[in-house]
Each structure stands twice: as structure tokens, then as C-alpha cells.
């Protein structure tokens, strides 16, 4: 594992290009299956036959399917990693909206955004020394007066073999 200051993090920045691999594109609701599939072909191109890996959207605030749509295609039929934003956030230019995203995608790239200083040390008793599942649980709420999505809750895991 590797921790760093921020000051390394920025020198480790200085290695990525300041520009997407391919400029900004952008369609119609109804086209996205379309869309998606000439942002991954000419990646691949630009790339030299190497897979995009993450891809961020911009989404409409009223996107209706969009979003589900998106998502699967980019799963699904992609194998692409992605991060949706809402345009009503997104120029705003919010930095607590913009470090929410940005932990977000760590995760989402294989990154950890928390750990227990205690756990990396081997100082916690009986975890330590078993092997040990620990269980939590997140909970995820819809926007302010939004009366048709529940919040939902997902018990994610870690454990120790």
C-alpha cells in the first residue's frame, strides 16, 4: 500500500496529459448505444489498440432512461468504467460536489478513499489473527423532494483471507 502527500500526488499528476484521449462528444438521448460505440472505437484508435478504461458523461438533468441506458451499455457491452454527472452540478464548479466525484471514481479505478491505520499495522485483536469479514452498510438517498426513489442501502464487504 501506498500512502501519499499531496504534494506527491501532484508530481505523480504532472505524468497524465491535460487532455482526453478523445475531445468532447455529444448526441441525443436516443442515440447513446451509437454514441458510446464510436467514443470506444476511436479510442481505440487514438490509443493504439489499447481499451479506454473510464469514461466521464455529462448527463441532461432530466435524462429519463439515460442514465440506466448508459450504464449498461458501458458495462455490459463495453467493459468501460464510468461516471455520470448531472449538468446542473457539474457547472456549478461545487468543490464539495467535485471531491464527492472524485472519491467516487477512486473507487471506481480500484483505488481505497478510507483505511483503518490500526488494520495496516495488524493492531486490532482477534481481526489480526482470523480471518475476518467485516460488514457495513451505505446508504444512498434520492435528491431533495424526490418522492418516487426509496434510498436504498447496500451492505458492501471486506475481508481477510
Known sequence: MYIFSIHDLFILSQEFSQEPVIPVYSARP?????ALKYVHSTSLNKLDGKELEFLIAILPDN???????????????????????????????????LSNVALKINVKMGGRNTVLLDALSCRIPLVSDIPTIIF????????????????????????QK
Not at 436516443?30 to 451509437?34: H, S, T, Y
Not at 457491452?77 to 457539474?90: A, F, M
Not at 423532494?145 to 464487504?157: N, T, W
Open 30 to 34: 436516443d442515440m447513446v448505444k451509437k
Open 63 to 97: 435524462n429519463g432512461s439515460l442514465y440506466g441506458d448508459l450504464k449498461k451499455i458501458c458495462e455490459t457491452d463495453l467493459g468501460l468504467i464510468s461516471q455520470c454527472c448531472l449538468t446542473k452540478y457539474v457547472f456549478k464548479i461545487n468543490r464539495h460536489y
Open 136 to 159: 457495513g452498510a451505505d446508504v444512498s438517498h434520492p435528491e431533495a423532494g424526490e418522492d418516487v426513489c426509496p434510498s436504498l442501502a447496500a451492505p458492501p464487504k471486506t475481508g
